[in-house]
């Protein structure tokens, strides 16, 4: 009896055990985020665990409730779920597959397990684990879409587009094909990122990038986004279907019309585009896309908005101009820099009025190299800063030795970049070396141009207005080239407008020119601007200028620029 008891006893506590634990599994499996079908081969007992009935909305019971399953599937997968819920090779432990939820949405992975049991007495179980994949797999589409794609533009990006293009190239090489590589540069995108803001810089690169998009045709003609404002075309076989003629015609007339913004902003501009052409200009992908660059920064500097194709010439020059870049970089550090200096005179008695301080260059080998060809070098790496501070501390230095020398009285003029004139501290800057050198500011006077009163007008205004507070003059020079329009002068504190060369060069030739600058100096009188002309090389300019009335004549035919020596010579004759 006390025997019986105690196997009652233990088979009691042997039960609470059992479904102390068989509670536990089934919390464990009822949390899981997978889900389970167990199914018994030899009875066809099927049983649906964890999340099953959440992911499908569905239980199973027996083997002919699979198809059920399947049917919440997509239909182009059902097929290979079968042949995983079932594998043919009897002895195959596992099989696994992934698809696609009926909707599309989803994304599963199906694993099935046999559970061979050592014993074959004992009932086979088969095991089938279902897996939600859907953030995983997105997460790969995401990163194979980075790998290819620009974010920005949606078109290939760079590395992409360069691996389809090197692809193209040996085609192309089996094939006895071209390929025309177009580097595509949106003019003055720059100013548009500033006074628009990001969001319409990008929505730009979005819509020019969609453009390009709808124009791809496999293996034939294909677009990338490089970098910023930069896209890039590759046109297999251009003389064939597609050609650079036909697709540059579409890009221009794309161009003429205004791109519209999701808020209604319309934005116009237009695109330089560079060509380089596989075999001439080069063989890899790289050349040709270096090769392009180089056309695209020419286009630009001949006025933007146009096509141009990749010559042998263009790379000497741009080699020159890279030569030159590092000589100029030397030359600033030496100090290789020296000022000439140009006299002026008034047209009514032919009196001094002053100097234009001009810079020259002599490189190590003694050649002379005109401003006209490094400026605007300088002006593109920005070494025009520091060539600027020298131009200013050098003319103020000369001007106050020989206004104290020959005590007498005149100007000097001195260019200054608009770079230069951007900067925060250049007034201040300008103000302490007058005070370094103790110079009477009225005897100075900038020579600024019209690209300097694009910028904000407020802070452009700002500036000028302090410069001749202090004393100093401002003169616009060039005037005429630009988008000059006097009414538009007439906002800016300005002294004196020196009327371009152009206009000088062809005044006698052609009553337009004489009809336009005759207009320009009375105007400019009427609003109170000294007038000056300058490049004047002749006795006739020079008569007729003083006719029309304007003040100032500067020239070859009065004199050309000096050097020290013999600006001082000129001030001894006085
Ligand atoms: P710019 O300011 O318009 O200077 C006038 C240019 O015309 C000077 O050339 C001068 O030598 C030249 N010129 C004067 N009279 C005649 C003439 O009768 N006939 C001809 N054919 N030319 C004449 P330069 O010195 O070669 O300077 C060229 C340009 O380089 C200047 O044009 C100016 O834009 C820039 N530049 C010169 N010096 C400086 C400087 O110190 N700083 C800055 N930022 N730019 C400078
Ligand atoms: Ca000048
Ligand atoms: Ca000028």
Redesign the pocket.
């Given at each position: 009896m006390e025997e019986r008891v105690y196997q009652f006893d233990l088979l009691k506590a042997q039960n609470a055990k059992l479904s102390k634990s068989e509670r536990i599994y089934r919390i464990i499996c009822e949390s899981s985020d997978y889900g389970y079908i167990y199914q018994n081969l030899a009875s066809d007992e099927v049983l649906t665990f964890g999340s099953f009935e959440k992911m499908f909305g569905l239980r199973l019971h027996s083997t002919a409730d699979f198809y059920e399953f399947t049917e919440r599937l997509n239909a182009e997968d059902r097929n290979m779920v079968l042949d995983t819920l079932f594998p043919e090779e009897k002895d195959e432990m596992l099989a696994s597959c992934e698809c696609r939820s009926l909707d599309d949405h989803s994304w599963f992975r199906i694993i099935t397990r046999l559970e061979d049991n050592d014993n074959p007495d004992l009932e086979m179980d088969k095991i089938i684990t279902i897996v939600n994949i859907t953030r995983e797999k997105s997460q790969n589409s995401e990163l194979l879409y980075m790998a290819y794609y620009d974010t920005t533009t949606g078109i290939y990006n760079r590395n992409y587009f360069v691996s389809l293009l090197t692809g193209m190239l040996q085609n192309a090489e089996k094939e006895g094909c071209k390929v025309s590589l177009l580097m595509i540069d949106i003019d003055d995108f720059k100013k548009i990122n500033d006074v628009r803001g990001i969001i319409i810089g990008d929505e730009l690169l979005e819509q020019v990038g969609s453009y390009l998009k709808n124009l791809m045709v496999k293996d034939k003609l294909i677009c990338c986004h490089i970098n910023n404002d930069i896209f890039c075309v590759a046109i297999y076989d251009p003389k064939g279907a597609y050609s650079v003629e036909n697709f540059y015609k579409g890009l221009r007339e794309r161009f003429d019309q205004p791109f519209i913004m999701s808020t209604g902003v319309e934005i116009r501009t237009t695109a330089s585009v560079g060509v380089a052409e596989y075999p001439d200009s080069g063989i890899s992908a790289l050349d040709l896309i270096n090769c392009a660059d180089i056309v695209v920064y020419k286009c630009k500097k001949n006025g933007k908005n146009n096509l141009e194709y990749f010559k042998a010439p263009i790379l000497d020059d741009f080699l020159k101009n890279v030569d030159l870049e590092n000589k100029l970089k030397t030359a600033v550090f030496d100090n290789n820099f020296m000022?000439?200096f140009?006299p002026q005179y008034y047209s009514c008695n032919r009196q001094l009025r002053g100097f234009?301080?001009?810079?020259r260059w002599k490189d190590e080998t003694g050649k002379m190299i005109?401003?006209?060809v490094f400026?605007p070098i300088a002006e593109k790496n920005g070494l025009?800063v520091s060539?600027?501070h020298f131009?200013v501390d050098e003319s103020l230095k000369q001007y106050k030795r020989w206004s104290d020398y020959y005590g007498k009285k005149f100007k000097v003029s001195?260019?200054?970049?608009a770079l230069?004139y951007k900067r925060d501290d250049f007034v201040e800057s300008v103000m302490e070396l007058l005070d370094k050198y103790d110079i009477d500011p009225s005897g100075v006077e900038l020579?600024i141009t019209e690209s300097i009163l694009i910028d904000d007008f407020d802070v452009v205004t700002e500036k000028l207005t302090r410069i001749r507070n202090y004393g100093v003059s401002i003169s616009l020079?060039?005037f005429g080239t630009g988008y000059s329009s006097l009414s538009y002068l007439k906002k800016f504190p300005i002294d004196t407008l020196k009327v371009d060369?152009s206009f000088i060069d062809t005044l006698l030739d052609d009553a337009s020119t004489r009809i336009i600058t005759e207009s320009i100096l009375n105007m400019s009188h009427a609003m109170g601007f000294e007038t000056i002309a300058?490049?004047?090389?002749n006795e006739r300019q020079f008569n007729y200028l003083a006719s029309a009335g304007c003040d100032v004549i500067?020239?070859?035919?009065l004199g050309?620029?000096l050097p020290p020596d013999k600006v001082e010579e000129l001030l001894n004759d006085l």
């Open positions: 000022m000439y140009q234009e301080a001009l810079i005109p401003p006209s400026i025009i060539i600027g131009v001195i260019n200054i970049s230069q020579e020079d060039d060369k300058e490049g004047v090389e500067q020239g070859f035919y050309k620029p």
